[in-house]
């Protein structure tokens, strides 16, 4: 089973003045009460066919990494009958290798979880296995403005805000963004608003 991964949509930290971000635009999305937040890491996006052990990366091709026995070992706990969309930190990080932070599951008990929300996708993966290696990303329900400044902008970029009752979609295109989700990056050169 292939899909386009989700992607969240790009916004600046703060509208008025995103290179020097204050904490009210931030603050206000906490407080609508409509999100989530996740650490953004700085790593791949990756889909994971625990059927086939197979990586695949957002252009619809196998991925070149190649999993430690370690990481082998761990996803060998995982329900074989699973699609996961997660981070895998080891090409773009000099210190961390061998990292799998899972966001999502896609496809369930063989069957893509199309139409389900990501609270539904979320809720199985509260039951999943953790390990040194392969982990379930952490959520936040509150101290978005700070988890946002903790951000260092090489191993992790700034955070995503996810909606609990956001739709899971098939993208049409590697590059097609999804509404329920909002990357917000630490401005730096690579990222300027």
């Not at 009460?33 to 953004?40: F, L, M």
């Not at 996961?84 to 896609?106: Q, S």
């Amino acid at each position: 089973m292939y899909y386009f991964p989700n992607r969240p949509i790009l916004i600046p930290p703060d509208p008025v003045n995103p290179m020097s971000p204050e904490p009210g635009y931030i603050n206000s999305l906490e407080k609508s009460g409509k999100y989530i937040a996740e650490q953004k890491w700085n790593g791949d996006n990756v889909l994971i066919d625990l059927s086939t052990g197979q990586f695949w990366n957002r252009y619809k091709a196998r991925h070149k990494y190649m999993p430690s026995p370690e990481v082998l070992d761990e996803l060998s706990k995982w329900p074989k009958h699973a699609v996961l969309n997660a981070e895998l930190m080891h090409n773009r990080t000099k210190f961390i290798k061998d990292v799998i932070i899972v966001h999502c599951i896609m496809g369930w008990k063989g069957k893509p979880l199309l139409g389900k929300t990501w609270g539904d996708s979320r809720h199985i993966l509260e039951d999943m296995p953790g390990g040194k290696h392969v982990r379930v990303s952490e959520i936040h329900q509150s101290g978005f403005w700070q988890l946002f400044q903790a951000a260092d902008g090489a191993i992790i970029e700034g955070i995503i805000l996810k909606n609990p009752a956001g739709k899971l979609v098939y993208s049409t295109t590697p590059l097609a963004n999804v509404s329920y989700m909002m990357k917000i990056r630490k401005p730096c050169k690579k990222y300027q608003f």
